[in-house]
């Protein structure tokens, strides 16, 4: 009943913006995506040595986005196996974030949120790591063998780094394709709410077009002057 009401000229008007205001959820947020994309180390040796160690993985994003949280892999059931600390750094080996991981008994996938998200940027590299200070952490040798890419990021051959230190340091050691089982969760900037890059280029042509009409309207609207007739009723008097 509402569009029957209203002229023909404002319906593309109207059905643009409500395919604004009504679109699906799940382009709008979306929930974060891990970049290993679902892998789980089938066949891992365990290290227990008594060097402190930081292990991680590189990747270059293939979006810009939030880095939100770091997951790792723990295979022992044994709270002095959990990392002391999860970071991300740039290729340079600056710390954009770090988090400080609690002692747990739980094996398995485990994920550390972030204090605050870290934008990342298409097309640049990072390392994401944990801090084993007390030497245990698992590795799949030849896990990286071949890299591999998702709709989130790009991880090359060798991207496994690895580095011991006495305190919680960039890893930039790589050896034997190793898989350390260390990832990060990655949330596009369109899955944060905002427009896709392909969504104002579309929008804006098609409301471009009322404009012109609306100017057209008002010099046909502008004949109400010839219907100065009016004046001739002041015969009355």
Known sequence: YIFSRVPLLFLPLLLAFGALVYAPADSASAASASILDGRNPSTFETASGRKSVEVGMRFTARVNGDVTA???????????????????????????????????????????????????????????????????????????????RNTIAEVPANAGVSTIAPTSSFPRVSALATNYWVDAMVTPTWRRGKPRPTFSPTTSPTATPTPTRTTTVTPTASATPTATATPTVTATP
């Open 70 to 148: 770091i997951r790792y892999y723990k295979a022992k059931k044994s709270a002095k196996a959990t990392p002391a600390s999860a970071s991300l750094w740039s290729s340079a080996g600056k710390r954009l974030a770090s988090v400080k991981l609690s002692a747990t008994r739980a094996v398995g996938w485990l994920t550390a949120k972030l204090p605050s998200s870290v934008e990342v940027t298409e097309g640049q590299t990072y390392v994401v790591s944990v801090y084993a200070k007390s030497g245990y952490f698992i590795a799949t040798r030849g896990g990286f063998s071949t890299g591999f």
